[in-house]
């Protein structure tokens, strides 16, 4: 690879920024200073540093953010603060998220550069666990489970992919539940309009899991971490 696309690939600049830097000697390779910027370098071998930091190459990156209610699962966007606003310090370049959750909508996001990943997990024919818990306006029932199950009418060609409901907690007097419904796609509000055609309404939403990945408990709302290279195989290959 050339210095000036590792460079650039590594967020220190623009191409023709990168080219400036390396003229003016602030790169080193396995620690002598490198002034051409179409030097071939081994991306996996040799030691770059940039002002005498050392950069660690890395072709694909992995975030699990726990996304706070209010942002919106977008790379800019006029009127809403974005998810990419919470990855502080990070290099934003070529970061996607996987799937969107609604900017009412907390919890597990995965935000990579890696669309291999993304397919594997958001693609229909994968089937790939998605888990919310919700709270809802309603009393959950066993037909609730039911329809779920068989797959409902929301309005869209097709009914929904059988889903699995589970009731945590009814409150007769407040008329609410509480559920656990675990979804293979990725449907537009998909969990607010299946509820919404059962004839109740959605009034909080979180992803507490995607594939065998779990959110969290240690991570704040708001916050996020790297994948583990354990969780990045363990989603690639769907097995906990
Ligand atoms: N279903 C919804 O209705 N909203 C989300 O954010 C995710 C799934």
Redesign the pocket.
């Known amino acids: 690879m050339r210095l000036d696309k590792f460079l650039a690939d590594m967020g220190i600049g623009t191409r023709s920024q990168v080219k400036q830097i390396i003229k003016k000697g602030q790169v080193q390779i396995n620690g002598t200073r490198c002034t051409s910027a179409d030097t071939k370098i081994d991306e996996n071998n040799d030691e770059i540093s940039y002002n005498g930091k050392l950069l660690t190459y890395e072709k694909n990156r992995y975030y699990l953010l726990n996304k706070p209610a209010g942002y919106v699962c977008a790379n800019s966007d006029k009127l809403h603060k974005t998810v990419f606003e919470l990855l502080k310090g990070e290099q934003l370049k070529g970061l996607f998220t996987v799937g969107?959750?609604?900017i009412d909508?907390e919890g597990l996001l995965i935000i990579t550069n890696d669309g291999s990943l993304s397919h594997e997990l958001l693609s229909p024919s994968k089937h790939v666990n998605?888990t919310?818990y919700a709270k809802i306006n309603g009393i959950a029932n066993e037909s609730h489970v039911e329809a779920c199950a068989k797959g409902i009418d929301i309005g869209d060609d097709t009914p929904t992919q059988s889903a699995s409901l589970v009731i945590r907690k009814t409150n007769a007097q407040n008329n609410t539940s509480e559920i656990e419904l675990t979804?293979t796609e990725?449907r537009y509000?998909?969990?607010?309009?299946m509820f919404h055609a059962l004839g109740m309404e959605?009034t909080y939403?979180k992803?507490i899991s995607m594939g065998n990945l779990k959110l969290d408990d240690k991570l704040p709302l708001g916050s996020f971490r790297r994948l583990t290279a354990g969780e990045i195989n363990m989603l690639y290959s769907n097995k906990s």
């Open positions: 969107r959750l609604d909508t998605k919310y979804i990725g509000h998909q969990v607010k309009r959605v939403l992803r």
